[in-house]
């Protein structure tokens, strides 16, 4: 099963907040020189005042940045306690070999320095070009300020150092009450916006709570959120060789700490989980040369894996994406993106529908084309956000697993996600 | 170990060859009224006038068009004696239900009627739009004209219909000796031109030989020569919805038949694959919206199979692809669709190269930047044929297998790709 649990519990959301909105939490965003605009931040900071407890997710590619590597060092090293993160966008240091470890270890220490806190309890993040070697001097130089200008307003100027191809600021924060009632916050930022594959640019998430919680309860619901959320959007996981999700949590709210298996453990859970959500959802809509926003729901299926796995191959396949770009509604192509994901399925019992605020469309029943106004389809797929919803029916699950389900969110593929990508680099 | 087994033996390329080059085979192409186009032929009939030993590669997608079940069924009940091959562009016949399933059986029974042999010696393809039910009526009105019209010379106008966004007519025919010294062909065309993602257009293969061969040497012969050309343009292999490759050898030539694990085997494969891997260039050439064609090629793997996993992860980047279009050096993003492709390597050891008929210049050593020059590595890229080459050091294979290789064609991704794919159906 892949529905969200909601527990009986309100998540209100913070206007305009981000990683400021929990307690205790201050950041800084500034222009060191490392992109080659002249006015673009490039250089970010995001500090606890308290110590944390911290869980971290990195990408699952072979090559790792030398960002990923450090950051996961100094988390061990650490015992998970992470309070601080310095960033910087137009250079990704991957592929930089012992020079660029080196660099890596070297930002942090330069940070933690400022801040008088020990290295491992710094965590990096880069995100950019790939293969050329970090400006460490630039860095270094704007370290002075960059520290001292941390301020609990900063959210917004150090989401602005983190991004690079993206064209809209995508944050939340959400305030709840955790049993007996103590109010806590969890506040998060986000860059990347190339979905339109796999292989896409780096994902760099960034969530602060002033929720106390032990380690393993703060892994464990970071590892279900990033399941349910930024791992929906692409067909193999996180690729990139720099992607990282981190929280870092600081107690300041005065709760209890959270334990896994608790009632308290599911609200937080739950909170996160809407919160990466919603990121997800952002960040597929921010897509590189995106114009539409496609979220894919899959049901019936045998497992929520496979039911994932069949949604992800549609909304990953090049083929559902220029025909949503240009509105045409070839569900052949739907059902076809299924048939090579590797999962089985009856496809003589697939029902496919397509929805948008401009109404809904049954264009495929039990495999083959449904009675249809190509008129209104054309209509609902112009739509910004468009709904593909897919029913395996009965072929392949039985009565009890046949509400399986799941979710992938993708975009569209446009002529401008090439001239963003064909040129990118010079 | 990949690379091709060229025995000691000449492989005549014999000018504007086809499926007739081979003895005893006849052609025709015309104008049913599938395709809305009123000038495009889409209707096309291969017949040998003698009996055939046959055999077929079909896609491996959960969901098979009604022709690729059909065909299979024939091959099977004939025990591999296909002799003709009825073929259709501008429907595909796929998601059509039992509708679809007796249409294309329908359309093998019409075809072997007008040619006196049994329904079960004609297989069937088709390609075009998923999912719209085949007018079987303009297929029964043409068929007679169809067979009238089969002629030696007529593999042109075969190839024309079956062609749908191929910009290029994709065709060749060989001539070698087969011992003791008898003289044979092999001709073939083949349809297909979206190679941007694995998810992509059909392809159709119809390859024609005057050798005699046993149905085990010929069906190994295909399999093998499939995996190295064909299933090298794409990460997954076969996976559009109607994906076949027939072979159909009717001994005219009279040859003592070719048996599996003879030199005359030997021969005969690496003929059949030489031709294969020059239709597969040919497709990746004429990929949708194409300007380049990319080889890439990666040695020094444990393993052949790695190192064709590694090649095709690189072919099949998107960010790679529209690197290429832009002609811009960008070889990170290699080394990072390396580092998903599923398979291991040390990217510490990582050597990457650029080349083309412009020069050739190293972009990667020791998985970090070398030193190059931009201008003379985008002047290499903008040519039409691209050769990225990628050695993995010793970090991965051992003496024993380093020599271990792979190779993959893939295209760059261009706006046109867009375009095409946008409004295919509407």
């Known amino acids: 099963m892949n529905a969200v649990t909601e527990p009986d519990c309100v998540f209100n959301t913070i206007p305009d907040g981000g990683i400021c909105a929990p307690k205790g939490f201050k950041a800084c965003g500034l222009r060191a020189g490392i992109k080659e605009s002249a006015k673009k931040r490039d ?35 650490s015992g998970g306690r992470i309070r601080a993160l310095v960033a910087n966008s137009g250079n990704a240091n991957a592929c930089t070999g012992a020079r ?35 400006p460490l001097d630039r860095v270094e130089a704007a370290m002075e300020a960059l520290a001292a200008g941390l301020r609990e307003d900063g959210a917004d ?35 990347g916006s190339g979905m339109i594959h796999p292989n896409m640019a780096t994902m760099i998430a960034v969530i602060t709570t002033d ?24 067909v193999d996981g996180d690729t990139s060789t720099n992607d990282i999700a981190l929280v870092m949590a600081n ?33 597929a809509r921010d897509g590189e040369g995106a114009t539409k926003l496609i979220t894919v729901t899959v049901s019936g299926a045998d497992s929520g894996e496979d039911a994932d796995a069949l949604a992800k191959s549609i909304a990953g396949s090049s083929l559902v994406k220029t025909a949503c770009f240009g509105a045409d509604a070839n569900w052949g192509r739907v059902l076809c993106a299924m048939g090579y994901s590797g999962r089985d399925f009856n496809p003589e019992t697939v029902n496919i529908r397509f929805r948008s ?14 009675v249809f106004s190509e008129a209104s389809a054309k209509k609902i797929l112009l739509e910004e956000e468009i709904e593909i919803i897919v029913e395996l029916g009965n072929g392949a699950g039985t009565a009890a697993n046949s509400a399986a389900a799941g979710t992938a969110w993708g975009c569209d593929l446009s002529c401008d996600y090439v001239k963003i990508n064909g040129d990118y680099r010079t």
């Open 211 to 234: 929720a106390a919680l032990s380690a393993p309860a703060l892994d464990k619901a970071l590892r279900r959120a990033v399941n349910r959320s930024f791992n929906r959007l692409t």
């Open 251 to 283: 107690g300041a709210a005065g709760n209890f700490p959270v334990e896994s298996e608790s009632p308290a453990y599911e609200i937080f859970a739950a909170a996160l989980e809407s919160l990466c959500v919603d990121l997800a959802r952002q960040m």
């Open 157 to 191: 100027e150090a989401l602005e150092a983190i991004m690079t191809t993206d064209t809209r600021k995508k944050q939340r924060a959400l305030e709840f009450a955790l049993p007996p009632g103590n109010p806590v916050r969890i506040g998060a930022m986000v860059k």
């Open 100 to 134: 660029g470890l080196a660099a890596a270890r070297r930002m942090a220490a330069l940070a933690a320095m400022r801040l008088g806190i020990a290295p491992e309890e710094c965590a990096v993040a880069s995100t950019g070009v790939i293969g050329v070697p970090l």
């Open 357 to 370: 605020k401009a109404g809904e469309v049954e264009v495929c029943r039990n495999g083959a084309q449904a």
């Open 43 to 77: 250089l970010a900071l995001v500090y606890s005042e308290r110590p944390c407890t911290s869980a971290a997710v990195f990408t699952r590619n072979v090559v790792k940045a030398a960002n990923i590597i450090v950051t996961g060092e100094h988390l061990e090293k």
